[in-house]
């Protein structure tokens, strides 16, 4: 399994409210070492105003996604590659250096 930062996987994603529990849902590949992937949760829900990191994905189609979504910075999660299912895409370089963009500025204002 072939993975790069940028791709759109279909993951299984660990639910907010126990962490036990998974939701298979999309995902934007940010990062990859050895065998864990750091990834950002998408949703086909629009962004909120009240969370900057909520970033629009202008080229959702290009990216194979089936609905205009929104990259959930704020929800990054490191996930083990079993918990990648399949590759649905790639994001449009503009849209991954938003949300590249968006993380650092995230990780340094939170952390």
Request: charged share 20%.
């Amino acid at each position: 399994m072939i993975i790069n930062n940028g791709d759109v996987w279909f993951a299984k994603f660990p639910l907010e409210e126990d962490s036990n529990e998974f939701s298979s849902r999309p995902v934007i590949i940010l990062d990859i070492e050895n065998l864990i992937v750091l990834v950002v949760k998408v949703t086909k829900t629009p962004p909120r105003s009240n969370d900057k990191f909520n970033i629009p994905i202008h080229y959702w189609q290009y990216a194979n996604l089936r609905f205009k979504s929104t990259a959930r910075v704020s929800k990054t999660q490191i996930l083990d590659h079993s918990q990648l299912l399949f590759k649905i895409g790639i994001l449009h370089p503009k849209d991954f250096a938003n949300i590249q963009d968006s993380y650092i500025q995230y990780i340094t204002t939170s952390g």
